[in-house]
Each structure stands twice: as C-alpha cells, then as structure tokens.
C-alpha cells in the first residue's frame, strides 16, 4: 500500500478532471434526509457530507435491481447473445462498510463461479472510498467492518487542510499520477490520521455484542418465543434486503415474444423476507411464517459465511434498521441473542 497526500485546495480539481474524463458517479442530495449514487456531471452536485446512511446502496452499479442476462431467439439453432453494460466508471464517496459490502459481493459472485454480468461491471469500476463519521444506525465497528483493508483503488480521509490517501491498487496510483497534485505521507500525516481513526472509532453510537452469536445461535435457533418476540412487528415487506449491501439473492424470469421465438432472460433482485420467496411449484411454502424467515435472514447475515467464508455477509451499515417502517433492529437482535441465552 502507498501512502500519499493530497492537499485541500487541489481536491476540487483532481475531481474536476475525473469528472470531465470518466463517467463518474457519487453521493447527490436527493431529499432532505437522504443521497442516491448518481452519475454526476457538475462538480456542485457531488455532496460527499451525508450523515445519514444513503438507503440506496452503491451495489445497484454492479448489480442493478433488474437486468437482462442473455436474449435468444429459437431457429434451426438457438441464437444467444449477451449485451451487459461495461464502461469504464468512477465510484466516489463510499465509506468503509459499503467498500467491505463490495468486497463481500466480490466474493460470492466468484465462488462457484464467475458472475460475468458483475464482473463485466467490477473490472471496469474505480473505487474512490472516502471516510465519513457513522451514522446512528451504524455498528460497523461492531463487526469489524468500520475499516477497508481492500477492495478500493485510492481511499481518502479528510484530515482538515489535507487528504490523507491509501492507494490500494495500480490503476489507483495511475490515477492519482495523472490527475493530482499529491506528496508521500510523512510521519506528521500518519500521526493526524491515527487521531482521525481514534474520533472515528469512538462516534459509533451503536454496538452489537457479536461475541459467541456464531454457538449462541444454535441455542436460539429453535426458541419460538424468542422469534415470535424479534419478528412481531414485521410486515414482510422485504426493504431490509432491498436497502442491504450485501443482500444477493435474485429471481429469474422469463420472458417470450407470443410468437414463442424469441425471449429474454431477467433477473430481478429478489427477498428472503417476502412470503413468495418460498413457495415452490405445487403450493409448498418451505418458509410460510415471517419468524422463520425472519431467523433465516439473520442465520445468512451472521453465521452462514462464517462457515463459507469466514465473514459475516452483514457489514453492519445500519440500512436496514433505517429502511424497516417495524423498526426492527439488528444490532439490538444481536444484544437480544446475548441476554436470551444469559439469562
Ligand atoms: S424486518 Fe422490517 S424491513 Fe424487513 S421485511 Fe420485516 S418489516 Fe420489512
Ligand atoms: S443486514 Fe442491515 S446492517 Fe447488515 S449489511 Fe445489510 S443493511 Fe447493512
């Protein structure tokens, strides 16, 4: 990793030529209380001080909510083509949880195999990451999620009259050589952004004691007081996988000209907190009750790529606590885990 200084007065600049040279996309001011990733071409518009966690998240690039995965049209042969979008992009202002929630789909979409429709994207994708305090709902630090090691190709913290930056890939070094005016980090540099990391770490208001969820779990896992308990208020709507970072789950559907020749294949993200999430052919819901999928949920998010992966696939960014109209609270779920079995 290099280490590099950027001073305050060349920062608008440096994104000015990035915005004229790239599609460049960054948090905008949507409404009063929230910011949307968009592609911006003015400088004025890019609004890097969101305090309240964007509902959106930056994931929708990679991964929009619907996408056509291939077309075909039936002949003697069967013809298939592919037409994923791919142009080189620029992701500003993304805070440490939503580049660990990157690092997280990078992962799951190259498992078992290579998800080309993301990856076609993730390639040509720059990430600019920028630290920003916590929001209420965030308990990143809980997870240990609150700082990006990887996953970034430049990554800048606000030390006042400069910008400390952490060039994590070759492209990111490419750029900061081309487009701005920086220095190597001194001793004095590394010593302001320790203190920066400390206030950081100390402003998260909200803390999950994670600690023995991993056995505690299994405890729970059949306790149907406790579920009906956590799950009461909850309208199965599906926002807390909507709104996730690192929610993955997708439908495919099927779509063909009435002429039956040709058709498309699409997917759509999909909710394991919705009713019709499993229902199969022939009727049988395997998860009918909203406890069920309520558990299940949190089972994926804070144990199961634990065993695959050896990481939550929840970077605890405070999202869902937001979006969910029930409020219903991970973060507490977790502390409610702890005292059930406790007591
Ligand atoms: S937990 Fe909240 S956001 Fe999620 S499905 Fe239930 S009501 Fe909706
Ligand atoms: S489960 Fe909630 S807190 Fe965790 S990553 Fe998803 S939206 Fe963020």
Redesign the pocket.
Known sequence: MLYKVLKKGSYDLFLAKLIADFEFIGPVKKDKATHDFKKISDIRKLDVNYKRTTIAPAKKILYPSTETLLQYEINEDIEMSVDYEAGEKILFGIDACDVN?LNFLDRFFSDEMIDEPYFSKRRKLTVIGLDRMPSDTN?SLSLGKEYAKDGFDLFLTDLNNRYFVRVGSEKGNDILTKYADVSDAGEDDFKDYNKFMDTYRKSFKLKADINNLYDNYELIYNNKDFWNRVAKDCYSCGS?CL?????FCFNVRDDMELNLKKGAKTREWDSCMIPEYGLVAGGHNFRPDKENRLKQRYRC?LKTFIDRFGTYS????????EACLAKIN?AEDINAVKKEVSV
Not at 314 to 321: P, S
Request: charged residues 10%; aromatic residues 6%; contains cysteine.
């Open positions: 929630g308990f807390c709104v996730c970072p690192t929610c998010k929840c970077v605890g960014c405070g999202r869902c606590i991970i």
